[in-house]
C-alpha cells in the first residue's frame, strides 16, 4: 500500500468519524426536544412582564405527559394522554390553540376542571372568591422613541399561595368585566399575565377553554434572552450590538 493511499484511507476514516458524531448528536437532540425539553420563543407581549418578546425558553414535555400534540405534525397515533400529569393553578403553559390545534400559546392557568372564573373591574374571582392582588409599582416597556409608558403592576395570589405579577394597562379594558366562565371537564382555563393585551380564554370565540389533549408541556426556564427591533426581530445582523441587545440578567431566570 502507498503512502498516499494510506493518507487518503485514513482521511475518510477521519471524515467518516466525524459525520457519525454529528448524527449521533443530532438524534440525541431530537430525542430531548421531542420527549424532555422543547424550546420556544415569545412573540408577542401576553405575558409581560413575567416573558417578554425575545426570550427564548425550555418547555418540559414531562409535566404533563405525552398527547398527539406533543410531537411534531400532531400525529393521530393515539387518544388522550399518555403518563398524564395534571397542570397545577399558576402554571405557565404552553398549548396548542383549540380552534386550529396548530398555533402554540403561552399562557398561565387559571382554572381547573369544575373552576368557575368570573373577572369584575379587572380582579379575578375564582370559585366565588377574589384573588387577591397587591400594588406593585409600574412596568414601564421600551419605548422606542415614543412616548413614556407606565402601566400598573399588581401581584396576583391564588388560595395555594402562588403569586405572580400581573399588567393593567387600562381601568376599564375588554377583559376587565367578563364571565363567569364555567370549566367543563377535560379542560382548563387560561390567562395572560398582560391582562389588557392577552387574547386567552376569555376570549370564547377565539380561545376558549382548553383541552388537556392541546398542553404541550410547562414553561421552565428561560435560556436566551434580548432586546428586538422594531420588527420584533433579535439583530443577528449586527453582531456589534449583540453585547447590548442581550438582556444578560434574564438568562438562565426560572419561569415562575
Same mark, same amino acid.
Given at each position: 500500500m502507498?503512502?498516499?493511499?494510506?493518507?487518503?484511507?485514513?482521511s475518510?476514516?477521519?471524515?467518516?468519524?466525524?459525520?457519525?458524531?454529528?448524527?449521533?448528536?443530532?438524534?440525541?437532540?431530537?430525542v430531548?426536544?421531542?420527549?424532555?425539553?422543547?424550546?420556544?420563543n415569545?412573540?408577542s407581549?401576553?405575558m409581560?412582564?413575567?416573558?417578554?418578546?425575545?426570550?427564548?425558553?425550555?418547555v418540559?414535555?414531562?409535566?404533563y405527559g405525552?398527547?398527539?400534540y406533543?410531537?411534531?405534525?400532531?400525529?393521530?397515533l393515539?387518544?388522550?394522554?399518555?403518563?398524564g400529569g395534571?397542570p397545577?393553578? #399558576?402554571?405557565?403553559?404552553?398549548f396548542?390553540?383549540? *380552534? $386550529?390545534? !396548530? =398555533? +402554540?400559546?403561552?399562557?398561565r392557568?387559571i382554572?381547573?376542571?369544575?373552576?368557575?372564573?368570573?373577572v369584575?373591574?379587572?380582579i379575578?374571582?375564582?370559585?366565588?372568591k377574589?384573588?387577591?392582588?397587591?400594588?406593585?409599582?409600574?412596568?414601564?416597556p421600551?419605548s422606542?422613541?415614543?412616548?413614556?409608558?407606565?402601566?400598573?403592576?399588581y401581584?396576583?395570589?391564588?388560595?395555594?399561595?402562588?403569586?405572580?405579577?400581573?399588567?393593567?394597562?387600562?381601568?376599564?379594558?375588554?377583559?376587565?368585566?367578563?364571565?363567569?366562565?364555567?370549566?367543563?371537564? #377535560?379542560?382548563?382555563?387560561m390567562?395572560?399575565?398582560n *391582562? $389588557?393585551n !392577552? =387574547? +386567552?380564554?376569555?376570549?370564547?370565540?377565539?380561545?376558549?377553554?382548553?383541552?388537556y389533549?392541546?398542553?404541550?408541556?410547562?414553561?421552565?426556564i428561560?435560556?436566551?434572552?434580548?432586546?428586538v427591533?422594531?420588527?420584533?426581530?433579535?439583530?443577528w445582523?449586527a453582531?456589534?450590538?449583540?453585547?447590548?441587545?442581550?438582556?444578560?440578567?434574564?438568562?438562565?431566570?426560572?419561569?415562575?
Amino acid at each position: 500500500m502507498s503512502l498516499e493511499t494510506d493518507v487518503a484511507k485514513r482521511s475518510e476514516s477521519g471524515w467518516w468519524e466525524m459525520i457519525k458524531i454529528v448524527l449521533q448528536a443530532l438524534a440525541i437532540a431530537m430525542v430531548v426536544r421531542v420527549f424532555f425539553y422543547q424550546p420556544f420563543n415569545i412573540p408577542s407581549g401576553s405575558m409581560k412582564d413575567t416573558l417578554l418578546i425575545g426570550d427564548y425558553l425550555f418547555v418540559s414535555k414531562l409535566s404533563y405527559g405525552y398527547s398527539r400534540y406533543s410531537f411534531p405534525f400532531g400525529p393521530n397515533l393515539f387518544e388522550g394522554r399518555v403518563f398524564g400529569g395534571q397542570p397545577k393553578r #399558576g402554571d405557565v403553559a404552553v398549548f396548542k390553540l383549540p *380552534r $386550529d390545534n !396548530s =398555533t +402554540d400559546y403561552i399562557k398561565r392557568v387559571i382554572g381547573l376542571p369544575g373552576d368557575e372564573i368570573m373577572v369584575r373591574g379587572g380582579i379575578v374571582f375564582l370559585n366565588g372568591k377574589e384573588l387577591p392582588r397587591k400594588r406593585a409599582g409600574v412596568y414601564v416597556p421600551p419605548s422606542n422613541g415614543g412616548p413614556v409608558q407606565k402601566i400598573a403592576k399588581y401581584i396576583e395570589t391564588l388560595p395555594s399561595g402562588v403569586s405572580y405579577t400581573v399588567l393593567d394597562a387600562e381601568p376599564n379594558g375588554f377583559f376587565d368585566n367578563a364571565g363567569p366562565y364555567k370549566v367543563p371537564a #377535560g379542560h382548563y382555563f387560561m390567562m395572560g399575565d398582560n *391582562r $389588557d393585551n !392577552s =387574547t +386567552d380564554s376569555r376570549a370564547t370565540w377565539d380561545v376558549g377553554f382548553v383541552p388537556y389533549q392541546n398542553l404541550i408541556g410547562r414553561a421552565e426556564i428561560i435560556f436566551f434572552s434580548a432586546a428586538v427591533d422594531e420588527h420584533d426581530s433579535f439583530r443577528w445582523y449586527a453582531p456589534w450590538a449583540w453585547p447590548l441587545d442581550v438582556r444578560w440578567g434574564r438568562i438562565f431566570n426560572y419561569v415562575k
